[in-house]
């Protein structure tokens, strides 16, 4: 079963820069679309961006458009999350999700479709 393990420092104040990493083990980085989300207190997860399987198609939130770029290094079997001009409502667990080739398209819609979740990182925001 394919496994995510996430990095990345969490505190950075706001307009700052943060670098998330999701490495995969268990499987190839190849063989799924991946994603990124973010849980802040007291709210419910939601979608921040997606890469498909190929690396071609890129998909994010109108929250985070422009500020967040999703990359991957196939070589390294890791997902990359680069979170620029950050403001203190970017404050959040984030996970990483691993889905099925195919679920590219309905990760931005349903977390049904994951079958796996990275351990979750906090990312804070100080104002």
């Known amino acids: 079963q394919v496994h995510l393990v996430e990095s990345g420092v969490g505190l950075v104040q706001a307009g700052g820069s943060l670098r998330l990493s999701c490495t995969v083990s268990?499987?190839?980085?190849?063989?799924?679309?991946m994603g990124w989300f973010r849980q802040a207190p007291g709210k419910e997860r939601e979608f921040v961006t997606a890469i498909s399987w190929g690396g071609s198609s890129t998909n994010y939130a109108d929250s985070v458009k422009g500020r967040f770029t999703v990359s991957r290094d196939i070589a390294k079997n890791t997902v990359f999350l680069q979170m620029n001009s950050l403001k203190s409502e970017d404050t959040a667990v984030y996970y990483c999700?691993?889905?099925?080739?195919?679920?590219?398209?309905?990760?931005?819609?349903?977390?049904?479709?994951?079958?796996?979740w990275g351990q979750g990182t906090q990312v804070t925001v100080s104002s």
């Open positions: 268990g499987g190839l980085l190849s063989s799924y679309a």
């Open positions: 999700a691993a889905a099925g080739r195919n679920s590219y398209s309905t990760l931005p819609k349903s977390t049904a479709v994951v079958v796996s």
